[in-house]
């Protein structure tokens, strides 16, 4: 049998427990992967005609939005075995309709990532096959800088709005859809998780690694009982390298969970106004 105990304290309004006998955290000696960091980028792949892709860079805000340009069909092959994309922009004069099949092809991993193809005015009869084709929008033209903007814009609500829908059902799944409890929890991780973090940057820089370690441990206690698994790898780590004294990894993965929590924080605002807007 499972028990949810919420204990609240200094360090952790929610110093969440959860206790199974077949849940029982054993340290061992482990090779520590290689996690990406998130980040607040919107990444672009703009293919086939640097012109304009140095266009578009140039109106973008280069602490939001990151630009790749591939030239030919096997430079975009590549980018996209390589990395996540939010946005496929594709500007080639030919052989287009068989790039978009390329980009929705099951074994690619950005296949759902929104695609937009930029046409000439006489290419115009190519829209309703491109389209059909699976991609989002053709946009036709040399000004299509401020259009591309517009739709990254309302992509990038979308996508915001996704993650912190993603977030509620997490922790609604652990709280049984119980609205008030999920509000709860939300509030008290927005509040704790940054103060934990500034516990243990301070405990680090002073070289207190037994503060350190038992402050990670009651924060890797409440992400692993909310389901938040990405922070709850880093934090395991983390823990893991204090307790084994490998403190040249060390900074290295509370950086990483410094970022993956302030990416979290991030969307607060979104994520109660959700919970707030459902009945």
């Known amino acids: ?109 950005n296949n759902r990532t929104p695609v937009v193809a930029l046409l000439n005015p006489q290419e115009i009869n190519q829209k309703i096959h491109l389209l059909d084709a699976g991609i989002e929008d053709c946009l036709i033209g040399d000004t299509f800088e401020n259009q591309i903007i517009d739709l990254i814009n309302d992509w990038k609500s979308k996508k915001n709005n996704t993650m912190a829908l993603n977030y509620i059902a997490l922790i609604s799944d652990r709280t049984k859809h119980n609205q008030r409890l999920t509000v709860t929890i939300f509030n008290k991780l927005f509040e704790e998780l940054p103060w934990q973090i500034k516990i243990i940057k301070e405990a680090l820089d002073r070289q207190d690694y037994k503060l350190a370690v038992e402050t990670v441990h009651i924060l890797h206690g409440s992400v692993s009982l909310c389901n938040l698994e990405e922070i709850r790898k880093i934090a395991f780590f983390l823990e893991s390298c204090l307790r084994s004294k490998n403190y040249d990894a060390v900074y290295e993965y509370f950086l990483m969970l410094e970022t993956y929590i302030l990416n979290f924080t991030s969307y607060r605002n979104l994520i109660l106004a959700n919970l707030q807007s459902t009945p």
């Open 1 to 109: 049998m499972t028990s949810l105990i919420l204990v609240l304290g200094p360090y952790s309004a929610i110093r969440t427990l959860l206790f199974s006998r077949d849940n029982i955290l054993t340290y061992q000696a482990l090779s520590i992967p290689t996690i990406k960091n998130p980040t607040d980028f919107f990444d672009v792949l703009f293919a086939g005609n640097r012109l304009k892709a140095a266009l578009l860079e140039s109106r973008l805000d280069q602490k939001t939005y990151r630009l790749v340009f591939a030239r030919q069909e096997q430079d975009v092959l590549v980018q996209l075995q390589m990395r996540a994309f939010d946005l496929i922009v594709l500007a080639f004069n030919k052989n287009i309709l068989e790039i978009i099949k390329l980009t929705k092809s099951a074994n690619i991993p």
